[in-house]
Structures are given as C-alpha cells and as structure tokens.
Antibody, heavy 124, light 110 residues
Framework: DVQLEQSRVEVKKSGEPLKISCKASGYSFSTYWIGWVRQMPGKGLEWMGTIYPGDSDTRYSPSFRGQVTISADKSIRNVYLQWNSLKASDTAVYYC?????????????????WGQGTQVTVSS | QSALTQPPSASGFPGQSVTISCTGTSRDVGGYDYVSWYQQYPGKAPKLVIFEVIKRPSGVPDRFSGSKSGNTAYLTVSGLQSEDEADYYCNSYAGSINGVFGTGTKVTVL
C-alpha cells in the first residue's frame, strides 16, 4: 500500500531553522513527483512546490520560491521541506502529497495520496 | 497567481444535490482538463474525490461527479448523505509544473 509518513508536530521559535520529512513507501519512489501543501490555521490549501526524486528536478509555486527549500534523499525514500529562518506566519499544517504528473507528455495533475500532515508551530 | 474562486458555503437536505463551482482563468481551469477535487474533514488530511475533471478514483461513491465549462469547473454531490458534510477544494494545473487550489467550500447537510 502507498503510504506517506510525516512527523506529526514541530514546535520552534522565530528565527530557528527547521527541516520536516515525508517518508514514502509502497511504490517506486524515484518515478513519482512528491509535493508539499500548506494549510494555515482555519484557512484553505496552498500549493507550495514539488520534486521528482529520480533526478531532484524541483519546482516552486511563485508564492513560495525563495521562502522554503524542497529536497529528496532517494537512499532512504525521504522528501524534505526546509526553512532557514522560521517566522510566526509559517505556523501551519504541512502535507506531503504524491503528485500524478507525466513530465514527458505534460499530462495529468492530481494528488492521489496524502500524508497525515505535520503541525508546525512557531512562537515569536 | 491567485487562488481559484469557490463559494464559501453550500448546503442541502439529505437526498438532495449540491453543486460547487470553481472559477479560474484560461491559464488554469480553462486551459487544461486537469481539475481535481478534494474532500477534507476537520483535523484530517484531504482525500481525492474527482480527478481530470470527470474521473472518480476507485472507492469514491458515484454520487460524486465533476464537469467543466470554460473557466469554471463543478463538483456535484447527488443524494446528499450526512457523511458528505466536509470542506471541498478544487485544484487545477496552471502550467510549468505548477498548480493552484480553490478557496474552499464548506458543505453542510441540513
């Protein structure tokens, strides 16, 4: 079965760095894009960006470019979302998702599996 | 890039139908047949209910259906049941390996 396993809770202070992880299992890790979605408290879903673990091709939503870094480690089937210096406004739940997208044909675009989410709380 | 526009709320009695709209532009919803819909219960991760405008993943009841006209996509839930009460979000491909979510709609079963 496809599973995306995330750490559940992170509590940090403003200015601190953070790297959260998403561990994938149950499918060929290198051949599917993995993305990240933010949900701020009481708000809607926001697309942050995605990575193709096979070659680490990474694409960011314009809203998040320069604010976060997405990376992957094929050897342990992990994808990461990283901040160099957290702000209180980064407080949110962050979901990793498996993205169905065919880069060759530019076809398909949907998220068929979701992690359970990582609650990131940043105090000022 | 702006979020797709959804009505904040929609409601219906059990057994009735409710339709949610998702309005974008020719650069997203209108430009691709890659609109998907997600159901989210409070405190839970979203779940895919419709992909590529009209397709339903296995296990999703056929009460859920999707359509699109121009720059607006629609999710219809027929034969409303109490368990359909949730938040619903659309998402569309927007080119350059980038996507955009809708603002979300809270569906209430009266």
């Amino acid at each position: 079965d496809v599973q995306l396993e995330q750490s559940r809770v992170e509590v940090k202070k403003s200015g601190e760095p953070l790297k959260i992880s998403c561990k994938a299992s149950g499918y060929s890790f290198s051949t599917y894009w993995i993305g990240w979605v933010r949900q701020m408290p009481g708000k809607g879903l926001e697309w942050m960006g995605t990575i193709y673990p096979g070659d680490s091709d990474t694409r960011y939503s314009p809203s998040f470019r320069g604010q976060v870094t997405i990376s992957a480690d094929k050897s342990i089937r992990n994808v990461y979302l990283q901040w160099n210096s957290l702000k209180a406004s980064d407080t949110a739940v962050y979901y990793c998702v498996r993205l169905i997208y065919d880069y060759i044909w530019g076809s398909h675009w949907y998220f068929d599996f979701w992690g359970q989410g990582t609650q990131v709380t940043v105090s000022s | 890039q702006s979020a797709l526009t959804q009505p904040p709320s929609a409601s219906g009695f059990p057994g009735q139908s409710v339709t949610i709209s998702c309005t974008g532009t020719s650069r997203d919803v209108g430009g691709y047949d890659y609109v998907s819909w997600y159901q989210q219960y409070p405190g839970k991760a979203p779940k895919l209910v419709i992909f590529e405008v009209i397709k339903r993943p296995s296990g999703v009841p056929d009460r859920f259906s999707g359509s699109k006209s121009g720059n607006t996509a629609y999710l219809t839930v027929s034969g409303l049941q109490s368990e359909d009460e949730a938040d619903y979000y659309c998402n569309s491909y927007a080119g350059s390996i980038n996507g955009v979510f809708g603002t979300g709609t809270k569906v209430t079963v009266l």
